[in-house]
Structures are given as structure tokens and as C-alpha cells.
């Protein structure tokens, strides 16, 4: 099998996964030596994939992904064929160095993964890397508490590695302090589901310590049954079948606000149902269009001068990005991955950056940050309150990486603040109907692509054929691209009416038989 590092890390069924994980947590232990010591993650998890797959991926010393010019040496470590060739490969990325590498290890909770956590620890033995192995956490958790390490120098591995309470503070504090401040204490109701994941465990830790704040109910929230893990539930999956996940249907109380995360909660969909039982999606588009739009009262209130831009996938509908427009906030698109958008959401004092997966977060630059703390001039009341609630949203959103949890807090922050419902939140702007297909091809590496995703280069003549069937169809658009985590090609179609979203998926769909 040859390893590609995907838009997450290295992602197949548990059983080919060895040589990568070998490889990676090779590449993690080396990242950290290059950078003098400072500690890179590990962290097992396939998210969304079915619970018979696994992944690795690793954490940069930055607490987000991996540098892209490490990705191609990870793949060529996990790409070796015996223990002498990864020897020479380890010595040709050595940098010559005198300290000892520091790494963290976490997993999610499929019946995989320690296996697979094990096998890294050996390699980290091996190489006499200094390693704390966190056991359960969400993706996003280890992210934060990579970039908390490499902050705070009172901290280090193995003999002061930072508790993960610290995460649970971070983020309860700043919401309690956001709740205290809204006009009218109104305790909302949200019911979570948890996809069965990993995320099941913190999400009981904040439905706990929140509980004056928040009615947090979680379902599909068992853990340890894997085998209902990412089954008919979770972020993904209501994302792209549009309909509740299992253990709700029927069950919904219409016009109260639900939530979805994914298998290892970096990612979080909201949606409910009005009193026709009609189900209303609120997704990545949703939540960047919500947060944004209160980011930029916020900051004309604060009368500083910080600049405002989203970043979007090809995936973002394209009334989303309309209405982005009409509010006049720059926009730009990006590759499908976290990656690329987390980078050029730095081009920004504030950048707020989501996938329609409900994969995203918003960062706060340094300088943002420097100004918030330092302003000027005398400020009024106003101003100070605006400036106070920036601050309170930079502490609650995870900067490191999209987290479901720090995105929820900061979703219901500003619906509280606002005084707004589901109902309020949809009424935003009309989605364009859109279908959202996995298509299983020969091979999937044959399709490539140009334009942030939109237009394919090869197969030669596929595009132009695509293109016939978009022009007629009113307000359509489509376009096709190989996953990176799953083994499939992905077919997005929108168009003016859901027959016509339909019609044109199938027939692009048709393109690849
Ligand atoms: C990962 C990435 C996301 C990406 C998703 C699907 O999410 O982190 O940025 O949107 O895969 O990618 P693709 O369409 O290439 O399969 P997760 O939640 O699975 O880690």
C-alpha cells in the first residue's frame, strides 16, 4: 500500500495502518528535534470514517496541522519497505541536534486505536523521545494543549505536562464570563449528538460545569459502542443526508436548537425543525455567516481599526457567499482541509474560517490581540464592552484549530447576545438546494483539480462535460474532486430548486460510470 498524507493525515482500514503510524510518529518525534525540543502531537483518530478505519495525524509545534513541507517527509518515512531504509531516511531528516524530542500521543475511541497508540509509544521509546500520552481526548483538545506547551514555558514533557482541566477552564470560564453579560439570562436548551465519539466525554464535562448556563442533553453519546460509531449519526452524516440522525428522528421538539459533532469533535452542524416537522440545516456556511456578522458589530462598536475576512471551500453555498458579499467582508476561497484555510485566515486581523462540513474556527493575529489589550484613547462604555466581548470570544474559541466544542459555546454566545433562535439564525439568507454525493471510482487519483477545487484538469474533456450540464440548469454549480480521507470522489451540485439540484448531481454522477 503506498501512504499518501491526505487532508488529515493518513487515513485506511486499522489493519494497513502500522507502517504509517510507524512512519508519522518517526516524523513527529523529528519535527520536534528540528524545532529544538518543542513538542509535536500524535493523534489517532479517522473523525468520520467508519469505526473499521483509523488515522494518524500530527500536530505542528504551532498547535495547528503540519507544515506542508514535512507532510512529503512523513509519507516517504511511512513509505518504507524494511527497518534499514527508515534508519537512513531518520538520519537524512535528523537535524543535528542535542535535545531530546518532546511528544504528546492521544486516540480516539475506536476499538483500534490503542493498538495503534502502543505501536507509537515504541517507536517514541525507540528514539528515546520524551512523550505524555493523553488516552482519550478530541482532536482539537490535543491541538490546544500542544500550542498551551509551546506558550507557557512552565510547562514540559515528561515532567510538567499541562492537565487537560486547564481546557475545560479555558472555555467555561470565558462562557460564563460571556453569559454574565448578556441583557437577558435566558438558560438555552441544546441537545448534542455526539456521533458516538470521543466527544461524548468532554461534552458531559461541560454539560456539567455549565449547568446554570446551558441545558446540555447529549445523545448518541456511548462511547465505548464503537460500533455505532459515525452509524447514522453525527456531524457528516447529517450534513449530507440533510435529515436527522438516529435516535432523533421523530423525536425533535420543533423549533429548539440540536447539534451534530463528528467522530473525533472537530466539527459541529446545528439544525432543527419548525412546526411543519420541515428539517432546517444550519451548517459551516451558517455558523462562519452568524459569528462573522457579530464579529463586525463588534469590532465597528470597539471603533478599532481591525481588519475582517472569511475563508470558504468550494463547498460553501453559493447564497452564503452572496450574502458575505452584500455585508461587504472580503472573502476567500480555498482548497477542501483545515490547513489551507487556517493559513489564509492569517492574512486577517480576524479571520473566520469554515468548511460547510462544520469544520472551522475564527483566529485573533497577535496584533488584533496587542490592540484589544492596549487601546489607545480613553474608551467609552460602549467601546470597552465591545473591546471586553472580543477578548471573551478570543479565550473561548479554540485557537489552535476548529473544535465543535469551543465553536458551540461561541454559537450559542452570540445567539444569547443577540436574543435570537434557531428561527432568527435561519432567517439570515435562503440556501441554494444543494446534494452532496460520494461516488466510488477505479481510482480516485486520476481526477485533478485547479482553481481552489473548482474545475478539473484531468480527466481531460470531464470538465467541459460538466460544464454543458451546469448551463442549464438556473443558479447551478457543480464540480467533482477526490476525497482525501476516504477512498471516493466527492460530486457537489446547487441549483435554484431541489429537483434540479437533484437532476444535476445524478447526471454528473452519471459522468463518472
Ligand atoms: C478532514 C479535514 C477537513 C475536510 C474533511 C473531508 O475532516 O480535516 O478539513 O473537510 O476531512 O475531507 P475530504 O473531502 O478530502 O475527504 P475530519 O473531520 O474527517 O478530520
Known amino acids: 500500500m503506498k501512504y499518501i498524507y491526505g487532508t488529515a493525515g493518513f487515513r485506511a482500514d486499522a489493519s494497513l495502518l502500522y507502517a504509517a503510524i510507524i512512519g508519522s510518529t518517526a516524523a513527529a518525534a523529528l519535527r520536534s528535534m528540528e ?43 511511512a513509505n518504507v519497505s524494511s527497518k534499514s531504509e527508515l534508519d537512513i531516511l531518520i538520519k537524512e531528516y535528523l537535524v543535528p541536534s542535542t535535545c531530546q524530542a518532546s511528544v504528546v500521543i492521544g486516540m480516539d475511541t475506536r476499538p483500534s486505536s490503542p493498538r495503534l497508540s502502543e505501536l507509537s509509544k515504541v517507536i517514541l521509546d525507540e528514539l528515546s523521545a520524551s512523550y505524555k500520552d493523553y488516552g482519550f481526548v478530541t482532536t482539537p483538545q490535543l491541538h490546544w494543549i500542544v500550542r498551551l506547551i509551546n506558550q507557557n514555558s512552565t510547562y514540559s514533557i515528561p515532567s510538567n505536562p499541562p492537565p487537560l482541566v486547564l481546557y475545560y477552564d479555558s472555555l467555561c470560564n470565558a462562557y460564563i464570563n460571556i453569559f454574565s453579560s448578556f441583557t437577558v439570562h435566558h438558560r438555552p436548551t441544546l441537545t448534542v449528538d455526539c456521533a458516538n465519539g470521543v466527544g461524548s466525554l468532554p461534552l458531559k464535562e461541560l454539560s456539567k460545569r455549565l449547568r446554570d448556563c446551558i441545558d446540555l442533553r447529549l445523545t448518541n453519546n456511548d462511547h465505548l459502542a464503537s460500533k455505532y460509531l459515525n452509524k447514522d449519526c453525527g456531524a457528516d452524516y447529517v450534513k449530507t443526508t440533510q435529515s436527522p440522525p438516529v435516535n432523533l428522528l421523530d423525536k425533535m421538539v420543533p423549533n429548539q436548537l440540536y447539534a451534530s459533532i463528528d467522530g473525533d469533535a472537530d466539527r459541529i452542524i446545528f439544525y432543527f425543525v419548525d412546526k411543519n416537522k420541515k428539517f432546517h440545516l444550519l451548517d459551516g456556511d451558517r455558523i462562519s455567516i452568524l459569528l462573522v456578522s457579530f464579529l463586525k458589530i463588534l469590532v465597528q462598536k470597539s471603533r478599532l481599526p481591525l481588519s475582517i475576512g472569511v475563508i470558504q471551500t468550494a463547498y460553501a453555498n453559493g447564497s452564503s457567499t452572496a450574502y458575505l458579499k452584500k455585508l461587504g467582508i472580503p472573502i476567500i476561497c480555498t482548497s477542501t482541509g483545515v490547513k489551507h484555510l487556517h493559513h489564509a485566515a492569517k492574512n486577517f486581523d480576524i479571520g473566520v474560517y469554515f468548511e460547510a462540513n462544520g469544520h472551522g474556527t475564527v483566529l485573533f493575529s497577535q496584533g488584533c490581540l496587542h490592540k484589544l489589550h492596549n487601546p489607545s484613547t480613553e474608551q467609552s462604555n460602549t467601546e470597552t464592552a465591545a473591546i471586553d466581548a472580543l477578548l471573551q470570544l478570543s479565550q473561548l474559541i479554540n485557537q489552535a484549530i476548529g473544535d465543535a466544542l469551543s465553536d458551540m459555546l461561541a454559537v450559542l454566545s452570540v445567539l444569547g447576545s443577540l436574543l435570537w433562535d434557531a428561527t ?35 480527466p481531460v474533456g470531464l470538465q467541459e462535460k460538466i460544464d454543458n450540464l451546469v448551463a442549464s440548469y438556473e443558479d447551478s454549480r457543480s464540480f467533482v474532486r477526490a476525497s482525501g480521507t476516504e477512498d471516493a470522489v466527492r460530486v457537489y451540485a446547487e441549483a435554484k430548486t431541489p429537483k434540479s439540484a437533484a437532476e444535476l448531481s445524478a447526471k454528473v454522477c452519471g459522468l463518472l460510470q
Open 35 to 77: 524545532l529544538e525540543g518543542k513538542t509535536v502531537g500524535v493523534i489517532i483518530t479517522a473523525s468520520h470514517n467508519p469505526v473499521s478505519d483509523n488515522g494518524v495525524k500530527i500536530i505542528d509545534a504551532d498547535g495547528g496541522m503540519l507544515s506542508m513541507a514535512w507532510e512529503e517527509k512523513c509519507t516517504n518515512l
Open 424 to 458: 432568527g439564525w435561519l432567517s439570515m439568507y435562503d440556501d441554494l438546494p444543494n446534494k452532496l454525493v460520494k461516488v466510488k471510482v477505479a481510482d480516485r487519483s486520476v481526477f485533478v483539480t485547479t482553481d481552489a477545487e473548482r474545475r478539473l484538469v484531468k
